[in-house]
């Protein structure tokens, strides 16, 4: 599990470097992560999309005959380093056996990503037999799916270069290799600084354990805790915040995967900071890696904001809001303080507001009542609220009687490393603890 994640996510580092150019994510062996990752893609949106790419090395190895079983390890090594020329940072490489490797082209249309493949093919069979025989090569793309399992249509690499223009697709690739975010990656073997914890909220309304909080946490040496985007070595660094981002979010998908195959249900609020949505490139890359979450799983996603400052334009919040709900069951806005203006996130679509509770409050009476009455004004716009960090009975008590809809905190349980099943806690069994 945590070699898939470290390969996706690119392992960002607690300590970042400068900036570097960032090699494409590749694992050389195969494995249950491997398994995991084509199974994830062939339930997602990705495999009818044209960027999902089979390379199969069978005429090779039908050319090689007797000298293929001397020559695999050199073979693999070779098709990695040429793989790893070729294809984009945010491109995924893997490998399903000896003579079967799935490419995942992040931006590329489908002749640009069949052009690449193609060339890959081609260099590799130059190596080995001198001469690249590309009558005999092919091509496979991800068409579809059946029973879970990736569809494929053959192509020869002859057609290929036959029917496509490639310049045209050349000056793609050329275009897509400039643009993204150039990330510090880290090796896929690499151990990431920190670890994904799932804090349980508690369902007022319903009396369960509903729902999990997605959260990052390390520990250093002194048993010191940091959470969140804390656990970087510096918290401000914008291209760490977005790498955490999406290491959380490919992390979690894994999860749920897993418990879903057993049967396990449960919903997850994922957090998203400012800065991995602040602008049109910035989110459609976001949104190009949400691709990968299966169907399935959409309607146990919550997506959080965090960071989100006072004053976004309502268009560009409503926007955001619109495009992350594709993929998910609602979006919460976590606020910093009582926000006063509650219509102007009813009027961008948020389902939810969720607060933090001050752990040493100036004023807690006045503080109980300003919470009542933002409650009440998120109650008449149906938008639910959250409240976070309630770690007393009285909090515990307080928050019921006021109306707030979810609740987290040591009242209701830790962070955990593995998320339970959807689970009934009654009032009585909160407050005996």
Known sequence: MAGLLKFISAGFQKSIAPTQHKKPKIL?????????????????????????????????????????????????????????????EDDVFFSRSDDEHIVVFSRLSEAGSRLICSNI??????????????????????????????LFEEKGV???????????????????????????SASPLQELPYEVVYRPIWDV?????????????????????????????????????????????????TTMDDLFQNNFRAIFSLPICYETLFNTDMLQGFL???????????????FTLINFPDGVPETKLRFIISSLMAYS?????ACDHIPQNVSYYHECGVKGLSLTYPDKPVNPTAYWKQLALFVGKCRKLHIYTALQNIKTEEDLILSKEIGVNFLSGDMIGPYVDIPGHMTRVTWQDLVAK
């Not at 999990?212 to 656990?231: A, F, H, L, M």
């Open 205 to 253: 309304r319903n009396q369960a354990i509903s729902t999990y909080i997605v959260n990052t946490q390390s520990i250093d040496r002194y048993k010191n805790i940091s959470r969140g985007y804390e656990v970087l070595a510096d918290p401000s660094c914008i291209e760490a915040m977005i790498g955490m981002d999406y290491m959380v979010m490919i992390e979690t998908i």
């Open 288 to 302: 190009s890696r949400c691709k990968v979450i299966p169907v399935a799983l959409h309607k146990y996603i919550s």
């Open 329 to 333: 069951r609602g979006v919460v806005v």
């Open 28 to 88: 050389k062996c195969y494995s249950d992560a491997e398994r995991k990752l084509e199974r994830i893609i062939s339930n997602s949106d990705l495999v009818d999309s044209g960027r999902v790419h089979l390379l199969g090395l069978e005429a090779l190895k039908l050319k090689l005959g007797d000298k293929w079983p001397g020559l695999r390890s050199r073979i693999l090594e070779n098709l990695t380093k040429i793989v790893n020329s070729h294809i984009a």
């Open 121 to 150: 093919l081609r260099e590799l069979t130059e190596i080995y037999l001198g001469s690249a025989d590309t009558d005999c090569l092919t091509v496979k793309t991800a068409v579809g799916r059946s029973k879970g399992e990736m």
């Open 158 to 184: 002859d057609s290929i270069y036959k029917d496509i223009s490639v310049e045209e697709a050349e000056e793609e690739i050329r275009q897509a290799s400039q643009g993204g975010t150039n990330f510090q």
